[in-house]
């Protein structure tokens, strides 16, 4: 049995995911037909979900990421966020779209969203993988979404424990947590 076999229970399969990019991907190329996207990946969490994603977009797109974090380790946020490393160009006139692994909650989002909303972006939405409402702790306005999760820590396609299983190409719950 391979290593994430052995320690992780599938909740999203690899297939699933893939379907719910394709869909997701054909949505946003019809909303944002004759316009230019500038996808933000946020690190690490969604880099292979956002990058799928991009793929999957059949638009003008540039790519840009940016760096938060909202956790020190372990399973619970400690309701700070920081940015440790920005976008590379000015957002001024630009149609964002966020990216993010998921939305647990909230805060991460909040502000994200009053952080880019300042830069005076021509459009600004939001796309996540997943969303956990059980936890929210504000409301955020979700553009775009895969699917809703019960309240439990996930791992994989890019979603971690302490830096590992990201790699995991699929979403599911630690055995044995
Ligand atoms: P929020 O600010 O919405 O509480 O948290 C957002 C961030 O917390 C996510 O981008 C992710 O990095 C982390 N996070 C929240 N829930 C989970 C989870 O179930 N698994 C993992 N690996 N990270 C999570």
Known sequence: MSFYD????????????AAKVRELGAQI????????LTLIAIMKGS???????????????????????????????????RITSDVTKPMAGKHLLVVEDIID????????LENLGARHPASL?????????????????????????DDKFVVGYGL????????VPFIGVMKGK
């Open 6 to 17: 052995a320690q992780v229970e599938v909740m999203i399969d690899t297939a699933t995911l």
């Open 29 to 36: 190329t019809k909303d944002y037909q004759g316009k230019e």
């Open 47 to 81: 880099l292979f979900f956002a990058m799928d994603l991009a793929r999957a977009i059949d638009l003008p797109l540039k790519v840009e990421v940016l760096g938060v974090t909202s956790y020190q380790g372990g399973t619970e946020t400690t309701g700070e966020v």
């Open 105 to 112: 909650t909230g805060l991460t989002m909040k502000f994200l």
């Open 125 to 149: 939405k939001i796309c996540t993988l997943l969303e956990k409402p059980a936890r929210a702790r504000t409301k955020v306005p979700i553009d775009y979404k895969g699917f809703v999760i």
């Open 160 to 167: 971690d424990f302490d830096e590992i299983y990201r790699n």
